[in-house]
């Protein structure tokens, strides 16, 4: 076991712990606590298919993540006023079931990664990141001036969805829920990272040429990769409006992609957990500091400078040493 | 409709434009000669507004606040070039994305801290306020035709700096070949602050314009940034030509968008739903243009592959 | 005559007023190793970007086995068979040798969009990626990570990266450039045994490995080709010598 190895076991591990600890001691909050860092983790772990292993440095993540709170939003809010989302052509009545709205989460963001994604991977660089930016804001400014849902004000759902033969309303249920997908979205990701695919994908982002020249075009890999990326925050996306039971047009906001983007750079760029590692710091910060200053985002700021500035690594990078090629 | 609210809509569509110019110019300048993209120009466009009402505030003076506007910006600017920006020159576009979004963090939260949360106004000149009539019959508050005259003087007076001042030359040198420029003998550490600070005073001098017709808070720059992120895609990177005439573009779109689209699905639909669609689609109109604009051309109007 | 398998017909390019390409005409038929030399600003980069798909002509065709290829991109004409290497060594520099290798295997093979199985336990590829390997001497190191190569293996690895394509015709960038002696004696043994396999366009400014492989050389000056014969017609031509030694033309 290398030494990543045994320091991602670790994070897992204590991020399980935690949530069962607080349960053990009927500390319900910390269980909300850690259940938030598993699902914004969840969104860095699909960002991180996009940028860790494509290269994409996508500022537009938070259109998946908001699709994902609006699939959901949608979805159980027609199903709690009991009236169908579409009577014509054919009816499409809303639903409480997780597992429906999670699939609707994913495909949606599926297409929305095919149309924005065929838009803007016909770009590279600096331009890729302002493209994605936009269109972020795109889907943020119509989700405010569209009122069917909610408009400025959001969507509130008052029970949590459900989800067959457990109890969501049960914290450390919706917990172990979270957990379990955010292990399966590290799990595929680390298979999608040692697959053909993802030897092509990560060699086009260090030399596009070469993957050209053996006959595989990277506009394919990195369309596809974004794609994946986007469904798996999507997902999350739908996980945390089932965690807030509300959604609003801030899960489209551009400090929603920045803050995403943070999670990876806290952790470590290129790093299978970084995500997670960078989403449980935020949320610590976002805790401890929230709690001694209003204005805690300075702080969070000046951490974030230090970090890109001389630690970029990240805090795996500072724990694990350099990363190694792996075969 | 009336011609008359057409030419006002076409004249608001102008300002935007103009203003989003001021922005896109700094950006893509900084973009052309340092290869930096800079989140936290938004943040320098705040700090602008916010010198300028601090400064109204304690004198009364309008002339003072908008010298205010240019002299706190391009401090702000140089200081955090020299700080912050200059070591990120040989990063890649994520660090630089990375940094610039931890600086808007900072902005925000700083001023949040100095000048608290509540919106702070900022008076148009006593000179400046009401309306003036324009050829035609045309009546048109005075301080947003103010605004646009001084947006194009101010897009003149670069253009002019560009392509006719020793400082300039350095500029369009340093855009084509960094070594060279060097290997000139310009100090090239000293025309990276000097651009960056360009940049950033004419964000804050944007910001100080804007601030009189808006409020002045915290985040009132980062909606401007990301538009003029989409005047500069639509413009091509690096063209200050790109930036003027997407800038425009982006202008009138917007505004003629938001103004004529609820009106044109009026003649398909019920009123109601026709603003509600109308006001909807046009907040997309000027992504929509962008999409096309990338569609035929991926480098931008003006830009070089 | 046995058709050629690359024919070049009538390329020209031009940036603005300089013309990089006039009116160039090559081919290369099955089993041979063509040259092509020239001095420096030549224009071979830009034929070179122009026979891979890189950059489009103004004028003129490419035809690759018979079919017209010149209105496609470089993935397109991989997959037909052309297999390149290029200038400056192109490789995946954070990835070890072999998977540069079974990347290429990869390409050739075709199964990009799998997503679950780790590629490095493939058999057929790791076969194909090791075979590769072995030809240009590279089998030892096939764990290394490429950016801690030395300069003259990476130089290996792209023409082994290009091996494991199979090409139907090599497009080879300069492969000596940089190469020791010892290293391009090498290389040139194997080049030499590979146009059995597939005949080469090399472009190369190692004259010894030009005038030990090729059986015809093309001599491009100016964007334009004044010549092309055998090792000895070129040798012997007064425009060549002209060129290359500032020779009057008696």
């Known amino acids: 076991m290398t030494r990543e190895r045994l320091v991602n076991a670790v994070i897992l591990l204590?991020?399980?712990?935690?949530?069962?600890?607080?349960?053990?001691?009927?500390?319900?909050?910390?269980?909300?606590?850690?259940?938030?860092?598993?699902?914004?983790?969840?969104?860095?772990?699909?960002?991180?298919?996009?940028?860790?292993?494509?290269?994409?440095?996508?500022?537009?993540?938070?259109?998946?993540?908001?699709?994902?709170?609006?699939?959901?939003?949608?979805?159980?809010?027609?199903?709690?006023?009991?009236?169908?989302?579409?009577?014509?052509?054919?009816?499409?009545?809303?639903?409480?079931?997780?597992?429906?709205?999670?699939?609707?989460?994913?495909?949606?963001?599926?297409?929305?990664?095919?149309?924005?994604?065929?838009?803007?991977?016909?770009?590279?660089?600096?331009?890729?990141?302002?493209?994605?930016?936009?269109?972020?804001?795109?889907?943020?400014?119509?989700?405010?001036?569209?009122?069917?849902?909610?408009?400025?004000?959001?969507?509130?759902?008052?029970?949590?969805?459900?989800?067959?033969?457990?109890?969501?309303?049960?914290?450390?249920?919706?917990?172990?829920?979270?957990?379990?997908?955010?292990?399966?979205?590290?799990?595929?990701?680390?298979?999608?990272?040692?697959?053909?695919?993802?030897?092509?994908?990560?060699?086009?982002?260090?030399?596009?040429?070469?993957?050209?020249?053996?006959?595989?075009?990277?506009?394919?890999?990195?369309?596809?990769?974004?794609?994946?990326?986007?469904?798996?925050?999507?997902?999350?996306?739908?996980?945390?409006?089932?965690?807030?039971?509300?959604?609003?047009?801030t899960m489209f906001s551009w400090q929603t992609s920045g803050e995403i983007m943070v999670f990876i750079i806290l952790g470590g760029v290129g790093r299978l957990f970084g995500p997670v590692v960078g989403a449980a710091v935020f949320i610590v910060l976002e805790h401890v500091l929230g709690g001694l200053s209003e204005y805690w985002h300075i702080y969070l700021g000046a951490l974030l400078l230090l970090v890109v500035l001389f630690a970029r690594g990240g805090i795996i990078g500072l724990v694990a040493g350099r990363e190694v090629a792996h075969d | 409709m009336s011609a008359v609210l057409f030419i006002e809509q076409v004249l608001n569509g102008l300002q935007l434009g103009v203003m989003l110019f001021l922005m896109a110019a700094g950006l893509t300048l900084i973009f052309g000669v340092m290869g930096l993209i800079n989140l936290a120009h938004g943040s320098l466009y705040m700090v602008g507004a916010f010198a300028a009402a601090a400064v109204a505030g304690a004198t009364g003076s309008f002339l003072l606040a908008l010298m205010a506007s240019l002299a706190a910006a391009a401090a702000a600017g140089a200081v955090v070039e020299v700080l912050v920006i200059r070591r990120l020159y040989a990063r890649d576009h994520l660090d630089q994305v990375l940094a610039t979004f931890a600086l808007i963090l900072i902005f925000s939260e700083g001023t949040r801290w100095i000048f608290g949360s509540f919106p702070l106004f900022l008076d148009i000149p006593a000179v400046l306020s009401g309306p003036v009539t324009l050829p035609g019959g045309i009546a048109y508050p005075k301080y947003r035709l103010a605004i646009i005259l001084a947006g194009l003087a101010v897009a003149g007076g670069l253009y002019l700096l560009i392509t006719r001042t020793r400082i300039g030359i350095q500029i369009r040198a340093g855009e084509a070949d960094r070594e060279m420029i060097a290997a000139l003998g310009v100090d090239i550490?000293?025309?990276?602050?000097?651009?960056?600070?360009?940049?950033?005073?004419?964000?804050?001098?944007?910001?100080?314009?804007?601030?009189?017709?808006?409020?002045?808070?915290?985040?009132?720059?980062?909606?401007?940034?990301?538009?003029?992120?989409?005047v500069i895609v639509i413009g091509g990177i690096g063209s200050i030509k790109g930036a003027f005439v997407g800038a425009l573009l982006v202008g009138m779109t917007d505004t003629l968008g938001r103004f004529l689209l609820p009106g044109l699905f009026g003649l398909m639909m019920d009123p109601s739903a026709a603003t509600t669609v109308g006001s909807a689609l046009a907040s997309m109109l000027i992504y929509v243009l962008m999409a096309l604009v990338l569609l035929v051309r991926p480098t931008g109007l003006y830009g070089t592959a | 005559m046995t058709e050629p398998v690359l024919d070049i017909h009538g390329i020209s390019k031009s940036f603005g007023a300089i013309e990089?390409?006039?009116?160039?005409?090559?081919?290369?038929?099955?089993?041979?190793?063509?040259?092509?030399?020239?001095?420096?600003?030549?224009?071979?980069?830009?034929?070179?970007?122009?026979?891979?798909?890189?950059?489009?002509?103004?004028?003129?065709?490419?035809?690759?086995?018979?079919?017209?290829?010149t209105a496609l991109g470089t993935v397109e004409r991989a997959r037909l068979g052309l297999g390149r290497t290029f200038q400056i060594s192109s490789l995946a520099m954070e990835h070890t040798v072999l998977q540069n290798a079974v990347l290429g295997a990869l390409g050739e093979r075709g199964g990009v969009f799998r997503f679950f199985r780790p590629i490095m336990s493939d058999p057929d590829l790791l076969r194909t990626a090791r075979a590769a390997l072995e030809r240009v001497g590279l089998q030892d190191h096939e764990r290394q990570r490429t950016a801690d190569l030395s300069h003259g293996q990476r130089r290996q690895l792209e023409v082994a990266v290009a091996l494991t394509l199979s090409p139907k015709v090599f497009l080879m960038d300069e492969p000596m450039a940089g190469l020791g002696a010892e290293g391009s004696q090498a290389l040139t043994g194997l080049l030499d045994g590979l146009r059995t396999e597939a005949p080469i366009l090399l472009v190369e400014h190692d004259m010894d490995a030009v005038?030990?492989?090729?059986?015809?050389?093309?001599?491009?000056?100016?964007?334009?080709?004044?010549?092309?014969?055998?090792?000895?017609?070129?040798?012997?031509?007064?425009?060549v010598r002209e060129a290359y030694l500032g020779e009057e033309v008696a």
């Open chain 1, 14 to 249: 204590g991020l399980l712990g935690t949530a069962l600890g607080a349960w053990a001691m009927d500390a319900p909050y910390t269980i909300t606590l850690a259940t938030k860092v598993a699902i914004l983790a969840l969104a860095g772990v699909g960002l991180n298919i996009a940028l860790g292993l494509g290269g994409l440095v996508s500022l537009g993540h938070a259109v998946f993540f908001g699709i994902g709170g609006y699939a959901m939003g949608i979805l159980a809010s027609h199903a709690q006023s009991y009236s169908p989302i579409l009577t014509t052509p054919f009816v499409i009545e809303g639903t409480k079931s997780m597992p429906v709205i999670w699939l609707v989460a994913i495909l949606a963001s599926a297409l929305a990664g095919l149309v924005i994604g065929a838009l803007s991977l016909r770009t590279s660089g600096v331009y890729f990141i302002m493209i994605t930016l936009a269109f972020g804001q795109m889907f943020f400014y119509f989700a405010i001036s569209w009122p069917a849902y909610g408009g400025e004000d959001g969507l509130s759902i008052y029970v949590r969805n459900g989800f067959p033969g457990l109890n969501t309303l049960d914290p450390i249920q919706f917990f172990l829920i979270c957990f379990v997908l955010l292990a399966l979205g590290l799990g595929l990701t680390a298979r999608l990272a040692r697959s053909a695919f993802g030897l092509a994908l990560t060699s086009a982002r260090q030399n596009a040429a070469r993957v050209q020249a053996v006959g595989i075009s990277p506009y394919r890999l990195r369309l596809v990769a974004f794609m994946l990326s986007g469904m798996v925050t999507g997902l999350a996306g739908a996980l945390y409006a089932d965690l807030n039971r509300f959604v609003s047009p």
């Open chain 3, 211 to 239: 005038f030990a492989l090729a059986d015809r050389i093309s001599v491009l000056v100016y964007g334009e080709i004044i010549a092309t014969g055998t090792p000895d017609e070129i040798r012997a031509d007064a425009r």
């Open chain 3, 20 to 69: 990089a390409s006039r009116n160039v005409s090559l081919d290369l038929r099955p089993g041979e190793i063509h040259a092509l030399i020239g001095p420096n600003g030549a224009g071979k980069s830009t034929l070179i970007a122009q026979i891979a798909g890189a950059l489009a002509p103004d004028a003129g065709q490419v035809m690759l086995n018979g079919a017209d290829v």
């Open chain 2, 189 to 230: 550490s000293k025309l990276y602050t000097l651009v960056f600070a360009l940049g950033a005073a004419l964000a804050g001098f944007a910001g100080a314009l804007v601030g009189a017709i808006q409020s002045v808070q915290v985040g009132m720059g980062e909606p401007v940034l990301i538009l003029a992120f989409v």
